[in-house]
């Protein structure tokens, strides 16, 4: 039963985040600080979820084949490649550190 009670809360929560975000005034979204910030955080959300899937074990920090994939990852994003393609570098990167490595 509680696990339904933290779910029904978990959604009523949400709920009123997305809310709060239609209840905020146009005059309020439209300065130049307000509108940079919203363009920033869900690039540094994305890093911050990247860092800590790819150098974290729990509360253990790892450097491991995920840290190689991510680096193969950067590198084809640094020579502009499709998204596609640098998606499949960093897996076949990983897979093969990790064939590797064991």
């Known amino acids: 039963m509680n696990i339904w009670i933290a779910i029904v809360a978990t ?3 949400c709920y009123a985040v997305k809310l709060a975000g239609l209840l905020v005034p146009a005059g309020v979204l439209e300065r130049p ?3 940079r910030l919203a363009a920033l ?10 860092a800590q899937q790819t ?3 729990g509360h253990t920090l790892v450097l491991d ?8 990852a950067a590198v ?3 020579l502009r490649a499709p998204f ?3 998606v499949a570098a960093a897996v076949i990167v990983t897979a093969g550190a990790r064939a ?3």
């Not at 955080?41 to 990247?50: E, I, N, R």
């Not at 084949?65 to 193969?72: K, N, Y």
């Open 11 to 13: 959604a009523v929560g």
């Open 33 to 35: 600080l307000v509108r």
């Open 41 to 50: 955080l869900p690039v540094a959300l994305l890093a911050a979820l990247t």
């Open 55 to 57: 150098f974290a074990d």
């Open 65 to 72: 084949a995920r840290a190689a994939g991510l680096a193969a």
């Open 76 to 78: 084809a994003l640094l």
């Open 84 to 86: 596609l393609l640098v």
């Open 100 to 102: 590797i490595g064991g």
